[in-house]
């Protein structure tokens, strides 16, 4: 996938109506501090299209980042009468496509009121429930630790809503690179995610992890819906 072009395109607080697109939607959720702004700046290969660095807990509105992307995409049929699966040669081509990214507000900041937390999450479920373009939603969850009770909850959300969570464990630079495949076990088993749920190991400090995101992206806007 080839970023074109990316800019925040709608904000949506607590008593906005949720917009009418017509893009398809690829959402991102996670607990505060868990590195979504700096996962979006990496993706999208822009150093401040999302904010870095504010106190956690100050984002409280669902942002949506529009995006003008190249796909590739497999060509079912070969010139003359070849079929890829046996020449076991596929051809490539590319594909515009302009989606919505859709950044979830933080959840679990211990430092604001139950009034507050009663509000993101309202303003999360309604989006899951009632958004009708999410293709995917990726639930960014700290490689370094289990899960919590938030993260759980919010799985659980994803799941009741439909869809099943891609998970990205988040600051993979921060543990040794032998024991990313134990810490990805334990997020999964944190999740009581299903066997064959993809998770992916990101590092916004050297990139790592993101073309294999851009690759899931990729395929999940190319499916036929």
């Not at 660095?53 to 070969?78: C, F, H, M, W």
């Not at 309202?122 to 969850?141: D, G, H, P, Q, T």
Request: hydrophobic share 35%.
């Amino acid at each position: 996938m080839k970023i074109r072009s990316a800019e925040l395109n709608i904000v949506c607080g607590y008593t906005s109506p949720l917009p009418e697109t017509v893009f398809p939607e690829i959402a991102f959720a996670g607990r505060s501090n868990v590195g979504k702004s700096s996962l979006i700046n990496v993706l999208m290969q822009r150093k401040r299209l999302a904010r870095v660095g504010e106190t956690p807990g100050k984002t409280r509105t669902i942002n949506y980042y529009q995006v003008d992307a190249l796909l590739s995409i497999p060509v079912s049929e070969l010139p003359g009468d070849a079929d890829p699966a046996e020449t076991g040669k596929v051809q490539m081509k590319e594909q515009g496509e302009v989606f919505h990214l859709v950044d979830l507000p933080g959840y679990g900041y211990a430092n604001v009121s139950l009034d507050e937390k009663a509000k993101w999450g309202s303003m999360v479920e309604r989006y899951l429930k009632s958004s009708r373009n999410i293709r995917a939603v990726f639930l960014l969850v700290d490689i370094r630790h289990e899960p919590n009770a938030n993260d759980r909850q919010m799985y659980d959300w994803i799941m009741a809503s439909g869809y099943q969570p891609i998970i990205i464990a988040t600051k993979s630079d921060k543990v040794k690179r032998s024991q990313i495949q134990k810490q990805m076990k334990v997020l999964r088993e944190g999740l009581k995610a299903p066997k064959g749920t993809v998770v992916i190991p990101f590092s916004a400090q050297s990139g790592s992890g993101r073309e294999e995101i851009c690759k899931k992206i990729g395929e999940i806007l190319s499916e036929k819906q």
